[in-house]
Structure formats: C-alpha cells, structure tokens
C-alpha cells in the first residue's frame, strides 16, 4: 500500500501546482462575483458509458446556457455527474473516462485535435467558450504512465471562458473507490485564478473531512474561495451535507460553492452556496426536484477571513508508521453498523450514538460529560417539553470507521434528540416542541490548531438553523470553543462541536 498521510507537523511539503487562466487576472471594479452550483441526478444508460455521458454532457450544457444568461461567472457540477455511480470496474472503465491534458499544456479541447481526448470534455470546453463562463465537472480521468502503464483517476476539469483546460485536479482521498481509482503517490493541491480576480481552490467530497488538501490551501496557501464537487452520503444526526458544507466553510471562513449528486438510493443529495462565517446564500436539500440550479452573489473576500498559518506543514505518514501507531492503541474504532432509515422520503445513514457516553436531558442540564479525557460542559434550560421526543447529551473522543477503510479521529460534543429512551434512537428527525431556552456547550483543545473544529447543527427541515454563536478564547495554549444558542429555539435534532484529528487517521487497504 502506498503510503497515506495525516497530521499536521514538520513533514514533506506537498506540491503546490498554481494553474493560471489564459486571461491574465483583470482589475475588477465588483466587490463580488456571481457563482452557481448544479444539484443533478445523472442519467445511466447501463454498461454503455459513451451513452452516459453523452446524456449527461448535454443536460450540463443546458445549465451552463441558463447559468450564462443569469450573468454567472462560474458554474460548478457535482462528482460522478457526467458518469453517475454505475461505472464499471477498472477493467472495462476505458468506454467511461478521458485523458485529461494538464494545465500547463494550455489546451482548449473545442478546438484541439487529440483523439485520446472525450467529446464529453469537447462539448464542455465548447459551451464554456460559446457562453463565456468558467466550469467545473469532474470525471473519470485515464492517465497512461511512463511505462505504459494505465492508471485512474477521479478528477476535476477548470474550463476558463474561452474553454482551455485551467485546472486539473485528482482526488486524494478516495472513499470505497479502490482499486476503481488509483491513490495518489503525491497529493495535488490545485488552485486556479479568475479574471474576476478570484483564486479558487478545489477538492472532492471525502476531502473536506482531511487536512490533505483541504486545509493546505486554507492554512498555508490562504485561499477563501472554493469549488466543491461532491457525492455525499448523509449520515444523522452529525454529517448531513449541508451541515458538513456548512461547517466547514464557517469554519475555515472561506466561501464554498458545493455541488452535490442527488441519488436518495444511498442518500446522496446537498448542494449550497456558503459565505463562512456570514451564513448561507443558497442551499437546497430535498428528494424533488432531482436537478435544480442554485446562483447566487458572492463576496470576492469572506469577513475576517483567516490569516495562513504560518510554520505549520502537512506531513505524509509511511505505512510503516501508521501501522506502529496502529498496534500502541488500545480502543478500536467504533462503526456506525450501516444502518439506515427513510427520513422524509430519503435514505439517510444513521451514526451509532451507542459509541458515545450519554446523558439523558430532564428539563434542564448545567455540568460536564466526559469521554475517556475529553469532557464537554453543557448549560441548558428548557419549557414546554414534548413527550414525543427527548434529548441527550452525548461526548465522543476516539476513532470512527468510516466506510470500511479508514479509521479516523474525532472529538464530539453534541446535544442529539431521540424518539424514545433508547441511546439507538438518538439519530430521531422530527419536529419537536421542546423549546430551549438556553442551550451552551463548551470544550477545550490542547491542539486547537492541529485539528478541523466545527459547529454542527440541524433543526427538522434538515437544514442548519440561525441565531447562534460560535466563540474562542486561547490562554495559555488551550483553547475552548463555545457554541451557545442567542434566542430560545425548537424542532432542534442535532446542536454541537465536531472535530476532526488527523494525527489518529489510519488508512487500511482493502483487497
């Protein structure tokens, strides 16, 4: 297995490609760029990837069209939207993928000649090109090696308005998709520029949850604006989409345009238009419509946005490495059993909350709920309890399987509703009238920098609510995040603190 990587710390520093546009940037007067983002459910035309793609390429350009006509600077698509989900091994995947020229060949695939280059990439550089927009897909990429060897990948494709391939970038880590596509030796971390005067940054879905490459190019490199094509399958009462997309654009303050997959058969759906820390502008989150296109205006720099962290380098673990960290720990990750249950007409994954310590609310709440030594101090008063549902405080620290390669750290404090007594039915989606009055909740890192700290919060639409603060206080290196409401509030089904730490992250490989 090649090696993985994880943490942050003093270690190999990453390749950084920067992709310019053709158009050098322009002095824009706009203090804002308009973007859009496609929620799309594919066509499969099945075991034939050419009719595939060329069903979905043509449903793309017709928003590229629309979006063009609204004064669109950028159009984003989701991953696995030209191909869908239904693509074939790796030993019949040739039909279903497309080299993919770099950046630095500066090559426009509407007028270019290569044979080993798709129609599907043809007809998209020639829609960017007619309708004078920027736009991101992302697609199976075939890449053949110096010694002959073929490798894929999956990829997303910049097109700048005059339809030149702008960006490349390969998905670093790959969720389930190996040995369908291939891990990367050195992971890429891809940035491109505008002539609206707006570097962007990008990744694929299972990458917000890493520090590699998504924190590189907010901590190190700087960048505040992203595009994000993703396949995500939600999972209650933590991971939503939205709530996912939503806290790590506040987190990081960066503004995210995030184009989902809709697929309610493994509970794929969420697409959003974030501004970090100044909320959202456009989100969508339901099983109908299957296709809908979100545009919104964007502010070109995000409020107080985060200054890179200086000093601080992502580092590559070896196999050898991580498997010494492996065999010192004593608590095995905890696996959320792949449960799941139809929650307002959609699929929806369900955590294993009986992982966490817990403690059952009764009206009202004021100490701390540890797991192993991390504790968490919540503060919460509540009026006019429903019966239907209740509450409970639950604390994690530890690792967690996700899918069933990789192990990873997380620290989690939350408030959760359930449908009855039983800590299994903390994953609960209803509407509630239990109005709390006061809810806070309080943790306290040691390695506050180190890790993706996120607020986390859900009412019964499925969407993340308002009226709520997120705070930090640093002394004396420790640091303790503060997550309060600001006005009494109800239906509430999830409301917390999620943290991710990479320096447990342990990637298996699978047979």
């Known amino acids: 297995m090649r090696g993985k990587w994880s943490g942050f710390g003093l270690g190999l520093v990453l390749l950084t490609l920067l992709h310019p546009s053709s158009q050098a940037p322009q002095q824009d007067w706009r203090d804002y760029y308009v973007g859009a983002v496609v929620e799309f459910a594919p066509t499969t035309v099945y075991g034939n990837g050419p009719a595939t793609l060329k069903a979905n390429t043509e ?118 998709e190996y040995p369908r596509f291939d891990v990367m030796d050195t992971p890429e971390i891809v940035t491109f520029d505008t002539d609206f005067g707006v570097k962007f940054g990008t990744f694929i879905c299972f990458d917000m949850l890493f520090n590699v490459p998504a924190l590189n190019l907010t901590r190190i490199e700087g960048v505040t604006n992203f595009v994000y094509p993703v396949a995500w399958g939600s999972e209650v009462p933590f991971l939503t989409a939205l709530q996912m997309q939503f806290g790590w654009s506040f987190s990081e303050n960066v503004n995210l345009l995030a184009a989902g997959y809709h697929g309610t058969e493994f509970a794929s759906m969420g697409s959003g238009i974030y501004l970090g820390r100044h909320g959202i502008a456009n989100v969508t989150f339901s099983h109908h419509p299957d296709r809908k296109l979100l545009i919104s205006r964007i502010p070109k720099t995000p409020g107080l946005a985060r200054k890179p962290d200086e000093g601080i380098k992502m580092e590559m673990e070896m196999e050898e490495e991580k498997t010494n960290l492996l065999n010192a720990r004593r608590d095995p990750p905890y696996d959320t059993k792949e449960r799941v249950e139809n929650i307002q007409g959609m699929i929806m994954q369900l955590d294993n909350i009986e992982a966490f310590n817990t403690v059952r609310i009764n009206g009202s709440m004021s100490n701390s709920v540890c797991h192993g030594d991390f504790c968490c101090a919540f503060d919460i008063e509540t009026t006019s309890t429903d019966s239907s549902t209740n509450y409970r405080a639950a604390v994690y620290k530890g690792l967690r399987l996700f899918g069933r390669q990789v192990e990873a750290g997380i620290r989690v404090c939350g408030l959760v509703q359930c449908s009855n007594d039983s800590v299994l039915s903390c994953t609960s989606v209803q509407p509630s009238n239990t109005v709390f009055t006061s809810l806070k909740i309080q943790a306290t890192f040691d390695d506050y920098p180190q890790l993706l700290v996120m607020p986390t919060l859900m009412d019964s639409t499925l969407f993340p609510f308002k009226h709520w603060s997120y705070t930090t206080n640093t002394h004396d290196q420790h640091t303790t995040v503060t997550l309060a409401l600001n006005k009494p509030n109800k239906d509430i089904v999830s409301f917390g603190i999620y943290a991710r730490d990479f320096s447990l992250d342990y990637w298996k490989q699978l047979q």
């Open 59 to 176: 449903a793309y350009i017709k928003y590229i069209e629309d979006a063009s006509q609204q004064d669109a600077d950028i159009i984003v698509f989701p991953e696995d939207g030209l191909t869908s989900v239904m693509m074939p091994n790796k030993s019949r995947m040739k039909p279903w993928s497309t080299v993919i020229p770099s950046a630095l060949d500066e090559y426009v695939p509407c007028t270019g000649n290569r044979e080993d280059v798709s129609d599907t990439l043809k007809m998209v550089s020639c829609a960017a090109k007619e309708n004078q927009i920027y736009v991101v897909i992302n697609i199976a990429e075939r890449e053949l090696d110096s010694k002959n060897e073929t490798h894929y990948h999956n990829t997303n494709v910049v097109f700048d308005r005059t339809g030149k391939i702008i960006a490349r970038y390969r998905k670093v880590n790959l969720f389930m």
